[in-house]
Nanobody, 127 residues
Framework: VQLEESGGGSVATGSSLKLSCANSRGAFDGYAVGWFRQFPGKEREIISAISYSGITLHTIESLQGRFYISRDNAKNTVYLQMNNLKPADTAVYYC?????????????????????WGQGTQVTVSS
């Protein structure tokens, strides 16, 4: 597995961005995938995750209604749609993969154990 994020950038408040996380080495349908973000000087935090099948997913409560995770296993890609962006969303966003075939729930997301990481993509939201 080798993950590559894309889609970050600098946008104005209220804009949308769609991040992509692709496995450049092929299929990763046996992996759950999570999106994390990291603010300057802070630890990385998980914000959303999706199961290997795409059937179960969870986004942290504070971002529900604005951020949506999805995956297309035929394209070996997981997405994070981010709407109505705010300056507080400015961070580096990372995707990660875990060889886990269980469900993604509000509980299991807390124990996401990333085995592979992407390089990160910067998202900057100006006021």
């Amino acid at each position: 597995v080798q993950l590559e994020e894309s889609g970050g950038g600098s946008v104005a408040t209220g804009s949308s961005l769609k991040l992509s996380c692709a496995n450049s080495r092929g299929a990763f349908d046996g992996y759950a995938v999570g999106w994390f973000r990291q603010f300057p000087g802070k630890e990385r935090e998980i914000i959303s995750a999706i199961s290997y099948s795409g059937i179960t997913l969870h986004t942290i409560e504070s971002l529900q209604g604005r951020f949506y995770i999805s995956r297309d296993n035929a394209k070996n890609t997981v997405y994070l749609q981010m709407n109505n962006l705010k300056p507080a969303d400015t961070a580096v966003y990372y995707c990660a993969a875990e060889a886990y075939k269980g469900p993604i729930t509000p509980t299991t997301i807390k124990f996401f154990n990333a085995a592979y990481w992407g390089q990160g993509t910067q998202v900057t939201v100006s006021s």
